[in-house]
């Protein structure tokens, strides 16, 4: 039987917040209030931002099944109102989980909210598991669509060889459609080395997670999410059939918010 969400209203108020984290950076995101003291927070991944991944869509239904929601860009965030100050970075998850900690705490004391669920898509996923098993105070985690297997997924995204280019050059330059940025041999690094199979084994029996991935997902393989279920003792794999990497069909994404919605309030 599903949980009642504490004290809803019926209409959901969607406004704009800004937070600042332990770094000193200001980072902005939307918080869809329908008036409950429970809200879920929702993370973006690599290369995203608060806006995509069908997190407008899932705040909605959040919202219908009277469930508030919080979601916001991390400070390397693509098409930002976010602040960054240094470089952009992709192997900078523990800055980034430590801005999933901040969220979680200004939630809970500047807005008297109570998260009750946190939620990571993609690298967001990789950091959503960091945070489970360093944080126990948020219940329930949804790993969705993340990477588990970090060292070989970003040597696949960036050539076998990019390990001994990054040693003799020690910078390389890298040109995206949404900019610029450089990869130092310490930021990837710092993301291949990443333990996620220690992590998982490290999310207490308390901390119930659900891994959510799409069979269609070219980016990342759902196998990843399986891989990562086995080991998190409290976990639940679903995958959602023909779903892609971000959920873009208006049917798998209702698939994927319906799923969500039900795990939160189970």
């Known amino acids: 039987m599903a949980a009642a969400p504490a004290a809803a209203t019926a209409e959901p108020e ?37 806006s995509m991944c069908q997190f407008p869509l899932l705040a ?22 976010s602040q960054r100050r240094g470089p952009f970075l992709m192997g900078n998850h523990e800055e980034e989980v430590a801005d999933m900690r901040d969220a979680v705490d200004f939630l ?37 669509a993340g990477r588990f297997k970090c060292r070989e997924g970003t040597l696949q995204r960036f ?10 050059e020690k910078a390389i330059p890298q040109k995206e459609a949404w900019g610029e940025w450089v990869m130092t041999e310490q930021d990837f690094l710092n993301r291949v080395n990443l333990d996620t199979e220690g992590m998982a084994r490290s999310v207490p029996p308390s901390v119930r997670m659900l891994c959510l991935h799409g069979t269609a997902d ?19 794999l679903v995958l959602v059939e023909g779903a892609d ?8 994404g209702r698939k994927m918010a319906r799923w969500v919605v039900e795990f939160v309030l189970s």
């Open 159 to 168: 050539g076998a060889d990019i390990l001994d280019r990054l040693a003799a």
């Open 60 to 81: 909605g239904e959040l919202a219908a099944a009277g469930l508030s929601s919080f979601r916001f860009d991390h400070p390397c965030a693509i098409y930002s109102a």
């Open 245 to 252: 990497h971000n959920f873009t069909s208006p049917e798998a």
């Open 108 to 144: 809970q004391g500047s807005l008297g909210k109570r998260v009750v669920c946190l939620l990571g898509h993609s690298k967001g996923g990789t950091n959503a598991l960091m945070f489970a098993s360093r944080h126990h105070d948020v219940p329930k985690i949804v790993n969705l």
């Open 218 to 236: 070219k980016t990342i393989p759902w196998q990843e999410s399986e891989a990562c279920a086995a080991l998190v003792p409290s976990s639940q």
């Open 14 to 50: 969607a406004r704009e917040l800004s937070f600042t984290n332990s770094r000193g950076e200001r980072l902005v995101g939307v918080l869809v209030d329908i008036g409950s003291e429970d809200v879920v927070l929702l993370c973006h991944g690599y290369v995203a931002n608060h």
